[in-house]
């Protein structure tokens, strides 16, 4: 399999799928931003000649996978379009996979984390989910697929998949979690684990970049209630914010979908990224910092 630069081997060189895509736009500006060599591609997953065709056309050392689908405007759309939803999350996203296999290139996966659900063992106060925690979220279309597929993923050897849940960025974007909460007109109030793009993607081309394998809960540690995000968002960004809050039940009348909340066990992560001397903080400072950020970049 490639690896990195050092000790004479051939120098990194990262291909991106799913180049349009609002998490790619992020991982191409990082490395562009450390300098290094990265291109993007939009052609579909799916398509094993046209995905063989890029890989020997750029010869990436490492691909980043953050192509997927994910509906619009919402994974509600998923639950009608089944099939659509298989070829990108589970023919597709397998088959990105295998060709790099076969072309021992490293493939790093932006997966979810969104494929769990609070059960008796499992409380918001108790133990968050581990990477070995079979799946036990069935509620969306988008979910289900996304289980399916690291499944039998996680068994390529050249494979890392990190699961996201519910990503945040330092501005308003309409795909940030804290925009579409905010924007919503009742929203329920449920601690979860969250992803600060700005603490964790560059610890995905760390793990990358030294050939790390398997799953990863890939989220801050410790969980985070929409409330608690919305007031620090009140607090630090936006005085004037106001929200209503509802139930589950409430909520359930107004989406097609079932939406997962959980909390994930960080410990591997944090213990791996340890031994590169990278910390990722906690989730209520991770993003008492990212308001702090918005704020001093005028975001209102
Ligand atoms: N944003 C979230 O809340 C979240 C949370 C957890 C995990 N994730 C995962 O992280 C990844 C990136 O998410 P994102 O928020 O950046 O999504 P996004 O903005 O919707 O970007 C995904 C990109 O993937 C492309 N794509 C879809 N199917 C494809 C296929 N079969 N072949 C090639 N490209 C394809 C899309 O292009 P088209 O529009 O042309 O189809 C789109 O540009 C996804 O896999 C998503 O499931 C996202």
Known sequence: MATSGRNGARPNRFLIWGGEGWVAGHLKALLEG????????????????????????????????AAGCTGRPNVDWCEDNREATMRSNVIGTLNLTDCCFLKGIHCTVFATGCIYQYDDAH???????????????????????????????????????????????????????VTKIAKYERVVDIPNSNTILTDLLPASILLAEHGELGIYNFTNPGAISHNEVLS??????????????????EQAKVIKAGRSNCKLDTTKLTTKLGEYGYVVPKIHDAYRKCFERMKAAGVE
């Open 34 to 65: 450390q300098g290094k060599d990265v291109f993007a591609t939009t052609v579909r997953m799916e398509n094993r000649e046209a995905v063989l065709a890029e890989l020997e056309r750029v010869k990436p050392t490492h691909v980043l996978n």
């Open 232 to 249: 620090l968002f009140r607090d630090i960004v936006r005085p004037s914010f106001m929200w209503k809050n509802f139930s589950l039940d």
């Open 123 to 177: 409380p918001w106060d108790g133990p968050g989910y581990l990477e070995t925690d079979p799946a036990n979220f069935s509620g969306s279309f988008y979910s289900e697929t996304k289980a399916h597929v690291e499944e039998v993923m996680k068994n390529y050897n050249n494979c890392l998949i990190l699961r996201l849940r519910m990503p945040v960025s330092d501005d308003l974007h309409p795909r940030n979690f």
